[in-house]
């Protein structure tokens, strides 16, 4: 991976380049590493709630699996490659006494700082290796990479997706450079992060084939014959294709044994996830994408939230200029076929979730830069274009980052809930939500009576009858976040009933709201899942946020929201039985 970003930071270029390069990244690495601990109360450093399911399930998995163990024999139908699982591992055996989900997260930010140094290698190959184009694409691309709010939440968290995205990355970058090897290495250990990251070896499989095409063969003799030019060139694909396959295979190998040693029960959880991902399998998590776009979707979440609407339109735009040349370097078209082929398969998947498409942020921020870097004879950048998205996306990442300097909503309203509801009382909580409140030192949840609502049942008179019980006898009804009536207003029709009781239970009872929205200064900027699904809202978006001023969004996937920064509502009788002080 050095070899890969080593250009990047050593340009035949001015020490000026070099200054920026070192600020670019410190500033990168103070976006990601501070507060790993954004779920844990201050008052009890070194423990987190862990609000990215996730980050405890791959912990728990690497607690209960020895060191290149299969983590199958623990955990049927383990959905992920193993390599996560053993880097998850090694913390826990080197910090036994520390919580390791504040360690893999700090980690985890190191990686994002990665994530952007490849993204500014993709930035020079694409504007041009050589010269002040080359410089100047790659600083561009790693500021954009830098900033963008997505790349920041992702870093925050311990993940299988952000590994695979810089093996994948990687890969394809070592592919356009010929070093056929390690792009075989690296996209064996992407697939051994997750299965669906088999695409990556199979471009650097096309990449071979199309590297031959415009290399002269035996330059040296005088007179070679058509037919042994094509034997020649078939020598060097078949040699450079084992190279690259043997490398795969062993690095896939060391990185996730079991699932060569024992196939059928390591392959059993990933075909699982793909006939999810394809929705074969219908879970309650995947219904937020009923009657989503395919492709339109997961780029409108990536022009919202993901890279923002400059970055991700500028991305297009680079795209498309080396589509039009009328001749194409390796690296473009690689880069190309890479970028076209990934969004197609994945994003045109029945589930979308933002950070499959991670993979193609380092390349997309390399085609944004590249649209805005000038290759005449006198190289720069074309400002109109850099400076306003460099703006843009800033202020985006700094949103983003804002959320983590307030507590999680998750922690106040559990505190709330400790200093004004009495032990004894009923708590009626969501089914496939986090159950609040969590344990803190105010208090432990097992001092109240807890009711699990199913609001993703079927509706049926079994489920509507359990639905007026809670309404009837809980004290507080949570709401944690949007994953429940975000979710089931994508089928009015299914659900029909149980949308009509989240109407009910608005109207009537009192709504006390705990949010931490991305702002800037006084002004939130949040979608409103409420109205989004049709709810009226009994609080303004300001009110709920916590902010003097909001600015709404178009929906936002979930992703960007339930697990940092859930907006929790608190259900209470308008005649409560108790005395409750105001948030």
Not at 398 to 424: D, E, F, K, L, T
């Amino acid at each position: 991976m050095s070899y890969l970003t080593g250009k990047v930071f050593a340009p035949r270029g001015t020490g000026k380049t070099r200054r920026l390069w070192i600020a670019l990244l410190l500033l990168a690495t103070a976006l990601r590493l501070p507060a790993p601990d954004w779920d844990a109360p201050a008052t009890e450093a070194g423990f987190a709630i862990a609000a990215h399911p996730d980050e405890r399930f791959l912990i728990a998995v690497a607690q209960a699996t020895p060191l290149w163990g299969d983590p199958c024999a623990t955990t049927p139908d383990f959905p992920y490659g193993h390599l996560p699982v053993y880097v998850a591992r090694l913390f826990v055996m080197a910090a036994p006494s520390v919580d390791p989900l504040i360690t893999l997260r700090l980690f985890s930010g190191l990686l994002g700082v990665l994530l952007v140094a490849l993204a500014g290698a993709w930035g020079r190959a694409l504007a041009g290796n050589h010269g002040a184009a080359g410089r100047w694409g790659a600083l561009l691309a790693a500021a954009l990479m830098a900033f963008a709010p997505f790349p920041i939440q992702q870093a925050r968290f311990y993940t299988v997706d952000i590994l695979g995205a810089i093996f994948a990355s990687g890969a394809i970058l070592a592919a356009t450079r010929r070093r056929w090897s390690l792009a075989g290495a690296l996209a064996g250990l992407a697939l051994a992060c997750k299965a669906s990251l088999v695409w990556c070896a199979v471009v650097v499989g096309l990449g071979v084939w199309v590297a031959s095409w415009g290399e002269r063969v035996a330059s040296h003799e005088k007179r070679v014959t058509r037919n042994e030019k094509r034997v020649t060139r078939n020598e060097k694909r078949v040699s450079r294709l084992l190279s690259a396959v043997s490398c795969l295979f062993l690095a896939f190998f060391l990185a996730s044994p079991w699932a060569v040693l024992r196939p059928l029960t390591a392959w059993n959880g990933p075909m699982i996830q793909a006939m999810m991902a394809s929705g074969r399998f219908d879970f309650p998590y995947t219904r937020q994408y009923v009657g989503t776009l395919p492709f339109l979707y997961p780029l409108a979440q990536m022009m919202l939230w993901g890279l923002g609407p400059a970055t991700t339109l500028l991305g297009m735009a680079g795209m498309a200029m080396a589509l039009r040349r009328r001749r194409w370097s390796f690296t473009a078209c690689l880069a190309g076929i890479w970028t076209l082929a990934y969004f197609l398969v994945t994003a045109g998947l029945y589930v979308k979730f933002p950070r499959y498409l991670l993979p193609l942020y380092p390349l997309w921020t390399g085609w944004a830069a590249s649209a805005c870097v000038r290759r005449q004879k006198i190289a720069g950048v074309r400002w109109r274009l850099a400076a306003p998205s460099l703006v843009v996306t800033a202020l985006l990442g700094w949103a983003q980052v804002s959320i983590y300097a307030a507590p999680h909503p998750w922690i106040v309203a559990s505190r709330w809930m400790y200093a004004n509801v009495p032990a004894g009382a009923t708590v009626a909580v969501e089914a496939w939500d986090h159950a609040l409140p969590v344990p803190l030192p105010e208090g432990d949840a097992e001092r109240y009576t807890t009711l699990t609502l199913p609001v993703f049942a079927e509706d049926t008179a079994e489920k509507l009858a359990q639905l007026t019980t809670a309404t009837r006898e809980a004290e507080i009804i949570v709401l944690a976040s949007r994953r429940g009536y975000g979710a089931l207003a994508r089928q009015p029709a299914r659900y029909a009933a149980t949308l009509a009781w989240y109407a009910a239970l608005l109207r009537e009872r009192e709504v006390i709201a705990f949010g931490r929205c991305p702002r800037l200064g006084p002004l939130a900027l949040s979608d409103d899942p409420l109205a989004d699904a049709g709810l009226a809202p009994p609080l303004s978006l300001a009110e709920r946020c916590g902010t003097r001023y909001a600015l709404r969004l178009p929906h936002l996937d979930e992703s960007f929201r339930v697990y940092d920064a859930p907006m929790v509502l608190l259900l209470t009788p308008r005649t409560p039985r108790y005395s409750m002080s105001p948030r």
